[in-house]
């Protein structure tokens, strides 16, 4: 394929969305231009969009799929607002997300799907390409079944596997566009049909088609290119947060020399932790799809019991019934790694869809004083990372930890500076070996004067028999205890213990240092809200941010950070719920900024809410 | 479980915790916690490497009182928590101990499913027919009508037969015993012991408090003879003061009877085909008119854990390098790019 | 359940609602809801009377696409919610729609015990052997060694034998049908909707998507007919294209066989020992290679909800007055003296 | 029985505690003196103190079970802090309570019991009675056993049955000590051994024995006599907090007019509300003993959602199971009562002790934003009020109410001051019966605009058949929507229609309305505060108080009360969960006072910390 001849114009960056049917092979397409544009060098963000979770039949607006992807030639934050490009692969692809689309965004049309009868099924009285109705956009109507099908005419490939093949059409025909380097993409198609070499001749073909229809059409006159990216040094990969909080899991287990057993219930958006991790017995994981939630976390507590570090995944629903027995693992001070991937909720909710709502639960739901540590990871990269500290912190203390992900991280992708296992922090912890009391008696509750830990003495140790409970537990001893001065005592040392985990300082990202509007954050707004800040200072608008990875216990200088700003806005994607624990614990008047949608934020929205605090305070 | 070490040479009281044990005086817990300490020398395993996990009730007590590792967990979920264990420790020996209400109403699904997976633990079940610790209410394993503080006109509900359940779960072993009679009871805990897999006891026992006397139909001296049926392997199934009973299969029939004489019924538990273990459990129901102790069935399955185990090896023997070389390798598996 | 009204003169097409059909084109869920819904009209019940309740799954959007009242609950629950509301309305009709992973693994505490107390609902599990909605996961039904998305080495646990769990929990109505015959289907569950008591009715449903072609063998005009096995009441169990298989009980057996010719049993679902159903629910395992459908077990006990409402009826004939006069008579029970 | 010549003073108060085994029958001893003292019109107060929960051998500590009553000739709060009596039927149970008794205090001894071995077993090295540990009280020992037996020679009962019978002995003493009147016991008696006529008459006999013992020894010189207390008029009757809730329970079914249907898994302490409901089927009470408490809220709903009112009793460890299912309870938007009768946790705890520790839980313990009403009785008398409003608001509202009762309102016990039914609120409701919507369509979701309620459609009504869950609905139709704006909407319409629920206005006691310090309190501890307050007040200092009934939504005056005064004080039984919620919502700087002991707050306690921040702000 030549470079051809027509014009090129610098971009800084582009939003591409990708939408079809659940069938079209969106997801691919879109993974495989981020792909392409991680080889070149842009940073990348990227956002699927599943359909809700039964295949609705085909054509209609429930079943539409889509990708988004974001390139750039300097570092970005989100998988961006609005998209540049939109390639409709349906009439209800194009319903469905032509309302994100900017005025002058390029809306690339499958044409031959545009019949009657699946204008009817989205309830299109006439069609958009005929009525004017998309004149603010810049139309190009492709017929993209009947040319794939045309160019691989004579492969030998059935009808079905030649239309299949269009999404490949529009991925060579947007690779063509944006100057894309493709033969990552020619080797994945190899690789994906390894068994069908038919099917690698008629894709590669396919691609090469849409490649060709860019260069010779009239209709694209312009093409881009977007540089790369100016990024750290190093191997880079694209991953997604489930991906990363799997490897996170994988790289604390080696990191700590302890088997991993991961106990899970199969929930959207966690389910993909569980499958990574399936993939990954050779590390000595072991993963078990328990019957239900409650006996995935009590086969972890079981497992931790017995040494190994203990993991469970979920989301929302699955937490919610995991409450007792997370509260057994608080008294019985062991660690235990729960990862909870939000969705929007209350009950059943919108699965597929992302929000925050659960950190209430997370610190507050279960039935007596029973805390614990929680933190969130603030990007897709971020997952790794923040898995390795949720991992940390319960080998460390004892305790169970709560990892709150979300559906926007789980499934966002980004490139990751990929670490080197053998700086990643040494984890590693020592059993009890030999009894700790007078007269050789071991005392399972009897703590480290640093950690306030208690030892963690696993069965098969001879000499350090003993028995522990749900009920409560005498000082040191651990033998059962009504006594009333014990359990204030030992309620009084179980939050004084998760309040004395020792967790970085929060760092506050002010580069003029003359802001007096301080913008907190936590977990997935991360991008959003940096965007935003950056938007905004740009414009001259000087702002703070401060993203909060613990929120239990919080950073010991949250309070002196949030005195030095006149005023504290708090976006979460939820109610106002860090926003209630801030304003609780320094009285600070935080102002609570909240949507709940469904959807990340955006930057613009953000920017817009942000301004006005600025301009107006 | 643990292979067996020669040189030990443990007694009863080695398993002794110094827990004062607090069931009500009278109770059947003691008798069954004395026949455990008693048999648990026998195993020939150290006793780090036995763990005893219950759940809540009376009986839910019992791992306070045992010098081994234990955890009285919370109502229901001992087999789940021990399947964590057990999975992940394939060198102890795990025992759960559990009640009826705690193993068959708020942990029913823990327990069938430990039963279908075949994890390798010994589950204990101490079925007074009663809920002990919160005081008598009625349990799924109360006689239809039964009348307690949660029901004064009477249980609506009919209750499980354990064995039936747990045979219907795809149990591989399962075996039934009395508090009272020691040396049958330490013989189905040596059955269970030695058997690969998920072995389920249930054991009749005395509440005194809540529901005294339940199985004093099969306890008693004057009556016991001609109710209680003990099954031995390869023996013919027979009871009565003279033996004068036998459990028969009426020709044509899927189920067992009674008679006096007749050709009784040699007794398998190794048949594969749980339907006979099924039949020889549907010989008694709440009434205990005929109710056979012993081993009801005892085969051979693969179990879980070893299966996870294998999983484990193989996958392991696949792995090169160091630890962390595996994991550079692993986080580099996918599309790469550098930036120099 | 509710009496049938005479006049009645509904159609399938009454009890489809307004809405859109969401399942993957080709899913076996399309014709089970189509047999339910041409089945409805001959309840003879009119749509208000009638409730379905499901759990979370493919199979649990069921509720939404009938034109009666329906709840699409939370993943497991339906047997606990449908219990609630079958035990304090028993003049309504209760279906609940449940899936493999749905009924047996998150929520098998409450179908076992569900079918122990023997309410009054009609138990309607779609059994594809497969989680649909989550992806592709296996379930407690998959066959052992399944590799899917959370067992890329295979499985490690057995499955349950649905029929057999529910038999094992004290079920009264055990039935067996396939989503494809719609004819068979629609005989199920008529015998379902004319029993009194808990009506477990699996139906083999096939997942194109995820587990395409599970039952292909028992489905596929080819082979099927030496593999599937109707049961009629009152007829020898006989297959085969030329009806030249039987199944037969060899002296002395508990379990069944497959052979050629010989004297076939004759099938009785009315037997009260559950030894024979459990029996016929061994012939066929995850291989399918001998499955019977149709009714296996059909008998009459006493049912929770109608237990309760006779101690309902009783206790409220003792009552006297107008319920204020009730009231205070019952806040005065106790001892109680007057300040003047 | 004669009234003897012995010297009587007049005494305005007394707090009695009867202590011994398990098997001793002080539950029963201490019920009776309550009765007699209501009798005779004393102003009553209870508490009863279990052992933990497996009955522990006879004579060991674990195993001492008491009950201390007190009773006033003036209206009081609390069971008292300090008894002036305690009879001690064994070692242990001395042992047991010696710490909480005041110098003087009088004791009554079995002597009998204070055997070596007894002794021992408790870990007396000496025997108390002799070695002048007891000095500082007036100790009275009193072979209660071999006089019990003595007294009922002759009357052909077994020795076992006789020494039974030593408890109405001490309660023959007790009476006659504090000129109690005597009939109703005796009717007592009679009735409660009705088929063994033995019985009644040696326990008749015990009872005059004691009554006779006080008479002639000289040990007992003094008698005393507590008047009636000035109550208003009315009729009353003592009641446990748990008999009251039960009660409140059948009373709501009466004034709505619905079947109630409970749903309950036995669980200490709330299992004596099942006990006492599936007594009064004769109200068409339905009560459901469920394989386990997602079963029962279950049930529970699936009755609700049949038209019942539908209610699940429990425990903190049952409402952590319940969350999922009143998540869904929330989304289905249908009343619900969940009562949580609060135990020390976390995990198991200790099971027979209070604590207030929950209330976290109730407002945050679900997935998503899952707002509903948590309302908490003051006392046990106010069990049947706030069982009724709980019903109150899950009717008129169609939302989950959680109650949160605690172990001390619910096995304490007051004189109530019985209600008439006809008085008692009306809470009838009406079930859809007509289609709402254009076209004679329903719509499930269309909303009441007073109370923002949907219509309560119940399976039986024609022409209504719609279909509800747990998936996010379209506003109105209720049909499953994943739209974002709905899903925005949603959210914030269950946030406001909890938020708009109307509750009374919080009232504040500040007699001389000069106080500048507030205490603010929740649930059981009224008591306390209350008569921490009165006692500062009496000594010149002044305090406001204020109790919460309804904690979600709160009193919409709540924060002009909190800024009328200078300070704002929280005593909580937990650590601060009550004090989290109003600093963050009022931003006032409430401060915390907690207790975690397991035991309710003493009255003195309360006063000393409270004299405290009076004097020094
Ligand atoms: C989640 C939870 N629900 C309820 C309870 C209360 N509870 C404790 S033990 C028990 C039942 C005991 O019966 P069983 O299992 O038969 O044991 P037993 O006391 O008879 O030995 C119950 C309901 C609890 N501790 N936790
Ligand atoms: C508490 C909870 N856990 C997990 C899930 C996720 N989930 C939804 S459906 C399902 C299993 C579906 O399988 P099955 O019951 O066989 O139904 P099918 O989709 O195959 O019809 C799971 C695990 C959930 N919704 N809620
Ligand atoms: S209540 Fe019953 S089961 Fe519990 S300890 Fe007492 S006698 Fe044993
Ligand atoms: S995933 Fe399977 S079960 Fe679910 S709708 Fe699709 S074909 Fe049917
Ligand atoms: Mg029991
Ligand atoms: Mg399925």
């Given at each position: 394929?030549?470079?051809?001849?027509?014009?090129?114009?610098?971009?800084?960056?582009?939003?591409?969305?990708?939408?079809g049917d659940?069938?079209d092979?969106?997801?691919?397409?879109?993974?495989?231009?981020?792909?392409?544009?991680?080889?070149?060098?842009?940073?990348?963000?990227?956002?699927?969009?599943?359909?809700?979770?039964?295949?609705?039949?085909?054509?209609?607006?429930?079943?539409?799929?889509?990708?988004?992807?974001?390139?750039?030639?300097?570092?970005?934050?989100?998988?961006?607002?609005?998209?540049?490009?939109?390639v409709a692969m349906n009439p209800?692809a194009l319903?469905?997300?032509?309302?994100?689309?900017?005025?002058?965004?390029?809306i690339i049309l499958n044409t031959d799907e545009f019949t009657k009868r699946n204008l009817?099924?989205?309830?299109?009285?006439?069609n958009p390409l005929d009525?004017?109705?998309?004149?603010?956009?810049?139309v190009h109507p492709v017929a993209l079944t009947s040319m794939t099908v045309g160019a691989l005419d004579?492969?030998?490939?059935?009808k079905?596997?030649a239309e299949r093949a269009k999404n490949m059409f529009a991925l060579g025909l947007l690779?063509w566009?944006?100057?894309?380097?493709?033969?990552?993409?020619?080797?994945?198609?190899?690789?994906?049909?390894?068994?069908?070499?038919?099917?690698?001749?008629?894709?590669?073909a396919a691609f090469q088609a849409g490649w060709n229809f860019g260069e010779t059409t009239e209709d694209f006159?312009?093409?881009?290119?977007?540089?790369?990216?100016?990024?750290?040094?190093?191997?880079?990969?694209?991953?997604?947060?489930?991906?990363?909080?799997?490897?996170?899991?994988?790289?604390?287990?080696?990191?700590?020399?302890?088997?991993?057993?991961?106990?899970?219930?199969?929930?959207?958006?966690?389910?993909?932790?569980?499958?990574?991790?399936?993939?990954?017995?050779?590390?000595?994981?072991?993963?078990?799809?328990?019957?239900?939630?409650?006996?995935?976390?009590?086969?972890?507590?079981?497992?931790?019991?017995?040494?190994?570090?203990?993991?469970?995944?979920?989301?929302?629903?699955?937490?919610?019934?995991?409450?007792?027995?997370?509260?057994?693992?608080?008294?019985?001070?062991?660690?235990?790694?729960?990862?909870?991937?939000?969705?929007?909720?209350?009950?059943?909710?919108?699965?597929?869809?992302?929000?925050?709502?659960?950190?209430?639960?997370?610190?507050?739901?279960?039935?007596?004083?029973?805390?614990?540590?929680?933190?969130?990871?603030?990007?897709?990269?971020?997952?790794?990372?923040?898995?390795?500290?949720?991992?940390?912190?319960?080998?460390?203390?004892?305790?169970?930890?709560?990892?709150?992900?979300?559906?926007?991280?789980?499934?966002?992708?980004?490139?990751?500076?990929?670490?080197?296992?053998?700086?990643?922090?040494?984890?590693?912890?020592?059993?009890?070996?030999?009894?700790?009391?007078?007269?050789?008696?071991?005392?399972?509750?009897?703590?480290?004067?640093?950690?306030?830990?208690?030892?963690?003495?696993?069965?098969?140790?001879?000499?350090?028999?003993?028995?522990?409970?749900?009920?409560?537990?005498?000082?040191?001893?651990?033998?059962?205890?009504?006594?009333?001065?014990?359990?204030?005592?030992?309620?009084?040392?179980?939050?004084?213990?998760?309040?004395?985990?020792?967790?970085?300082?929060?760092?506050?990202?002010?580069?003029?240092?003359?802001?007096?509007?301080?913008?907190?954050?936590?977990?997935?707004?991360?991008?959003?809200?940096?965007?935003?800040?950056?938007?905004?200072?740009?414009?001259?608008?000087?702002?703070?941010?401060?993203?909060?990875?613990?929120?239990?216990?919080?950073?010991?200088?949250?309070?002196?950070?949030?005195?030095?700003?006149?005023?504290?806005?708090?976006?979460?994607?939820?109610?106002?719920?860090?926003?209630?624990?801030?304003?609780?614990?320094?009285?600070?008047?935080?102002?609570?900024?909240?949507?709940?949608?469904?959807?990340?934020?955006?930057?613009?929205?953000?920017?817009?809410?942000?301004?006005?605090?600025?301009?107006?305070? | 479980?643990?292979?067996?070490?020669?040189?030990?040479?443990?007694?009863?009281?080695?398993?002794?915790?110094?827990?004062?044990?607090?069931?009500?005086?009278?109770?059947?817990?003691?008798?069954?916690?004395?026949?455990?300490?008693?048999?648990?020398?026998?195993?020939?395993?150290?006793?780090?490497?036995?763990?005893?996990?219950?759940?809540?009730?009376?009986?839910?007590?019992?791992?306070?009182?045992?010098?081994?590792?234990?955890?009285?967990?919370?109502?229901?979920?001992?087999?789940?928590?021990?399947?964590?264990?057990?999975?992940?420790?394939?060198?102890?020996?795990?025992?759960?101990?559990?009640?009826?209400?705690?193993?068959?109403?708020?942990?029913?699904?823990?327990?069938?499913?430990?039963?279908?997976?075949?994890?390798?633990?010994?589950?204990?079940?101490?079925?007074?027919?009663?809920?002990?610790?919160?005081?008598?209410?009625?349990?799924?394993?109360?006689?239809?009508?039964?009348?307690?503080?949660?029901?004064?006109?009477?249980?609506?509900?009919?209750?499980?037969?354990?064995?039936?359940?747990?045979?219907?779960?795809?149990?591989?072993?399962?075996?039934?015993?009395?508090?009272?009679?020691?040396?049958?009871?330490?013989?189905?805990?040596?059955?269970?012991?030695?058997?690969?897999?998920?072995?389920?006891?249930?054991?009749?026992?005395?509440?005194?408090?809540?529901?005294?006397?339940?199985?004093?139909?099969?306890?008693?001296?004057?009556?016991?003879?001609?109710?209680?049926?003990?099954?031995?392997?390869?023996?013919?199934?027979?009871?009565?003061?003279?033996?004068?009973?036998?459990?028969?299969?009426?020709?044509?029939?899927?189920?067992?009877?009674?008679?006096?004489?007749?050709?009784?019924?040699?007794?398998?538990?190794?048949?594969?085909?749980?339907?006979?273990?099924?039949?020889?459990?549907?010989?008694?129901?709440?009434?205990?008119?005929?109710?056979?102790?012993?081993?009801?069935?005892?085969?051979?399955?693969?179990?879980?854990?070893?299966?996870?185990?294998?999983?484990?090896?193989?996958?392991?023997?696949?792995?090169?390098?160091?630890?962390?070389?595996?994991?550079?390798?692993?986080?580099?598996?996918?599309?790469?790019?550098?930036?120099?």
């Amino acid at each position: 394929m030549s470079a051809g001849a027509k014009r090129v114009e610098q971009l800084d960056r582009v939003v591409i969305r990708f939408a079809g049917d659940s069938g079209d092979g969106m997801q691919l397409t879109g993974d495989r231009l981020t792909s392409e544009s991680a080889q070149l060098g842009n940073d990348i963000s990227t956002l699927p969009n599943f359909p809700a979770e039964i295949r609705a039949p085909a054509g209609t607006l429930p079943g539409v799929s889509s990708f988004q992807v974001h390139f750039a030639d300097y570092d970005i934050l989100t998988p961006g607002d609005a998209p540049n490009v939109l390639v409709a692969m349906n009439p209800a692809a194009l319903k469905a997300n032509i309302s994100d689309l900017p005025q002058g965004a390029d809306i690339i049309l499958n044409t031959d799907e545009f019949t009657k009868r699946n204008l009817g099924k989205v309830g299109y009285a006439a069609n958009p390409l005929d009525d004017g109705s998309l004149d603010a956009y810049a139309v190009h109507p492709v017929a993209l079944t009947s040319m794939t099908v045309g160019a691989l005419d004579g492969l030998g490939v059935s009808k079905k596997d030649a239309e299949r093949a269009k999404n490949m059409f529009a991925l060579g025909l947007l690779s063509w566009m944006y100057s894309r380097p493709f033969e990552s993409t020619l080797r994945f198609l190899e690789r994906k049909f390894a068994k069908r070499p038919d099917l690698v001749a008629a894709n590669k073909a396919a691609f090469q088609a849409g490649w060709n229809f860019g260069e010779t059409t009239e209709d694209f006159s312009v093409r881009y290119e977007v540089k790369p990216a100016k990024m750290r040094p190093g191997t880079y990969r694209n991953v997604t947060g489930n991906q990363a909080l799997a490897l996170g899991l994988v790289a604390a287990s080696v990191r700590s020399k302890l088997p991993l057993f991961l106990g899970a219930y199969p929930i959207t958006p966690a389910s993909d932790i569980l499958h990574e991790l399936s993939k990954h017995k050779r590390f000595g994981i072991t993963t078990m799809q328990a019957e239900d939630e409650i006996a995935a976390v009590g086969a972890a507590l079981g497992a931790a019991y017995g040494g190994a570090l203990g993991v469970t995944t979920t989301s929302g629903p699955g937490v919610a019934l995991k409450g007792e027995t997370i509260s057994l693992a608080i008294a019985l001070e062991l660690p235990l790694v729960i990862v909870d991937v939000q969705r929007a909720g209350p009950s059943t909710g919108m699965p597929t869809k992302t929000e925050q709502a659960d950190l209430n639960m997370a610190l507050y739901g279960r039935h007596g004083e029973a805390p614990l540590a929680v933190i969130a990871p603030k990007s897709p990269s971020d997952c790794f990372h923040a898995a390795i500290e949720a991992a940390r912190i319960a080998l460390t203390y004892r305790t169970p930890v709560i990892l709150l992900s979300d559906n926007y991280v789980a499934n966002g992708s980004e490139p990751w500076l990929l670490p080197e296992a053998g700086e990643l922090p040494d984890l590693s912890v020592e059993y009890a070996r030999t009894p700790n009391g007078e007269d050789g008696r071991f005392l399972p509750y009897l703590r480290d004067p640093k950690t306030m830990a208690r030892p963690w003495a696993i069965p098969g140790t001879p000499g350090l028999e003993h028995r522990i409970g749900g009920l409560e537990k005498a000082d040191k001893t651990g033998d059962i205890s009504y006594d009333p001065a014990n359990h204030e005592f030992m309620v009084r040392t179980r939050a004084a213990r998760i309040e004395g985990i020792e967790v970085p300082d929060v760092e506050v990202d002010d580069p003029d240092e003359n802001a007096r509007v301080l913008v907190l954050g936590w977990g997935s707004t991360y991008g959003p809200i940096g965007a935003a800040c950056r938007a905004l200072r740009q414009r001259g608008l000087p702002i703070a941010q401060a993203h909060l990875r613990h929120l239990s216990p919080l950073p010991a200088n949250l309070g002196e950070v949030l005195q030095a700003y006149e005023k504290v806005v708090i976006p979460e994607m939820n109610l106002g719920q860090l926003a209630h624990v801030i304003r609780a614990k320094y009285l600070v008047d935080a102002v609570p900024f909240n949507q709940i949608s469904g959807l990340p934020f955006t930057a613009a929205t953000l920017e817009s809410m942000l301004e006005d605090v600025v301009k107006n305070g | 479980m643990a292979s067996p070490t020669v040189e030990l040479k443990l007694t009863a009281k080695d398993f002794k915790s110094d827990q004062e044990v607090r069931w009500c005086p009278g109770c059947g817990d003691y008798a069954i916690l004395a026949a455990v300490q008693g048999f648990m020398p026998e195993l020939g395993i150290p006793r780090e490497n036995i763990v005893f996990i219950s759940g809540i009730g009376c009986s839910s007590r019992f791992p306070y009182y045992m010098n081994t590792y234990g955890m009285h967990s919370i109502h229901g979920r001992a087999p789940a928590i021990a399947t964590g264990l057990s999975a992940s420790r394939p060198d102890l020996s795990v025992w759960v101990v559990t009640g009826d209400g705690d193993a068959l109403s708020i942990g029913g699904n823990h327990l069938i499913h430990a039963l279908r997976r075949n994890v390798n633990l010994k589950i204990l079940l101490f079925n007074n027919r009663i809920y002990g610790l919160t005081k008598g209410q009625y349990s799924p394993t109360s006689e239809l009508g039964k009348i307690t503080k949660s029901t004064p006109a009477g249980s609506a509900d009919s209750p499980f037969n354990p064995l039936s359940l747990a045979l219907g779960a795809e149990a591989t072993f399962v075996a039934r015993t009395i508090d009272s009679d020691r040396k049958h009871l330490q013989s189905v805990l040596r059955a269970a012991a030695d058997h690969k897999g998920s072995a389920f006891v249930e054991i009749y026992q005395n509440c005194n408090i809540f529901n005294d006397n339940a199985f004093e139909m099969i306890k008693d001296a004057s009556s016991r003879d001609d109710h209680l049926i003990r099954l031995e392997q390869g023996q013919p199934i027979k009871f009565g003061a003279e033996g004068q009973f036998s459990v028969v299969h009426p020709e044509g029939a899927f189920g067992l009877r009674v008679q006096e004489g007749g050709d009784a019924l040699i007794h398998d538990a190794t048949v594969d085909d749980p339907a006979y273990a099924f039949a020889l459990s549907r010989l008694s129901g709440s009434d205990l008119n005929t109710t056979p102790i012993g081993v009801f069935r005892n085969v051979q399955r693969p179990t879980y854990d070893e299966i996870l185990q294998k999983q484990l090896v193989d996958a392991k023997a696949e792995g090169t390098g160091t630890p962390d070389e595996m994991l550079d390798g692993l986080l580099n598996t996918a599309d790469t790019w550098t930036i120099l």
